[in-house]
C-alpha cells in the first residue's frame, strides 16, 4: 500500500505562537499514525521557521519554506537564501505556488532555477503547477501542465528524484473563492501528470508523489484520495486548525484504506 501525503500551506495567516501552538497539537494529535503510512508536512510563515525548526519534531511533521531564492547570496532585497533555510533546519521547499507565478510574475524559468537550487542544497522540493479557468475553458490543461512539469524540473537528476514531489493545484479551484475540481477533472489530469513524469524520468518518474490542491475539503477528501494516480492532498483552510485537519488525515486514510 502506497504512503499517503497531506500536508499544508498556511500563507500569510498564523504568527510565531499561533504556529508553534498548532503545530504541537497537530502533532500530538496524529503521532500515532504511523510515518511509514503517512507524510504529514507544513508551510508556515518564514518568521515561524526558527522557532519552529527547534520545538516541532520533523519526525512527526515535515517543515517547510514557501518560497526560496535560487542564489545563495547577493544582491536580492528580501529574499530567503537556502543557507538561511539549512540554518533554521528546513527540510523542504515550496517552489511555484500560483500566487508566486500569478501575483509575483514568476515564470517557469525561474521555477526550474530554484527546483536545482533546492536539490542542490539537500531539500525536498515541492513543484506546484495549475492551469487558470481560461486554460481550463479551452482544454488546454494538460498542454500547460507538461509546459510547468517539463521546464520546471529541466535538469534535475535521477538520483535526485526522491526528493521531487509535484503539487497539482488549478489556480481556479484555490482561494477564498475557488471551486473543487470533480474527482474525474483532477484524476484525469494527474495522469497527464504522471505520464509526463515518465516521459522525462523513465518508470522511475512514476513514483514522484502527486498531491492535488484545490479547496480541499472533509465533503471531497475521500472521493479524492482514491483515485488512482492521486497519492495525497495538499489541503487549505480545511487544514488550519489542527482538529479539522487530523479529522480529515483520518477520514481520507481510512478511505483509501477500505479500497
Known sequence: MKKLYFGSN?????????????????????????RDEIELFIIPSYTSLERV???????YVKLGAQNMCWEEQGQFTGEISPLMLEEVGIKLV???????RHVFRETDEDESKKVRCGL???????????????EKKYDLGPEVLR???KVGLSGVKK????????????????????????????????KEIK??????????????????????????A????????????????AAWQADKFNDLIRMAKKKYESQ
Open 10 to 34: 498556511l500563507k500569510m495567516y498564523k504568527g510565531i505562537q499561533q504556529t508553534e501552538d498548532y503545530l504541537k497539537e497537530l502533532v500530538k494529535l496524529t503521532s500515532d499514525i504511523s
Open 53 to 59: 525548526g527547534k520545538t516541532i519534531d520533523q519526525k
Open 94 to 100: 515550496m517552489i511555484g505556488h500560483s500566487e508566486r
Open 120 to 134: 542542490d542544497h539537500g531539500f525536498t522540493t515541492l513543484l506546484c503547477i495549475g492551469e487558470t479557468a481560461e
Open 147 to 149: 509546459t510547468q512539469l
Open 159 to 190: 538520483e535526485d528524484l526522491g526528493r521531487v514531489w509535484v503539487a497539482y493545484e488549478p489556480v481556479w479551484s484555490i482561494g477564498v473563492n475557488g471551486t473543487p475540481a470533480t474527482a474525474d477533472y483532477a484524476e484525469r489530469m494527474h
Open 195 to 220: 505520464n509526463c513524469l515518465v516521459e522525462l524520468f523513465g518508470e522511475e518518474g512514476r513514483e514522484i508523489p502527486a498531491l492535488y490542491g484545490g479547496s480541499v475539503n472533509p465533503g471531497n
Open 222 to 237: 475521500e472521493e479524492l484520495i482514491v483515485q488512482p494516480s492521486i497519492d495525497g492532498l495538499f489541503v487549505g483552510r
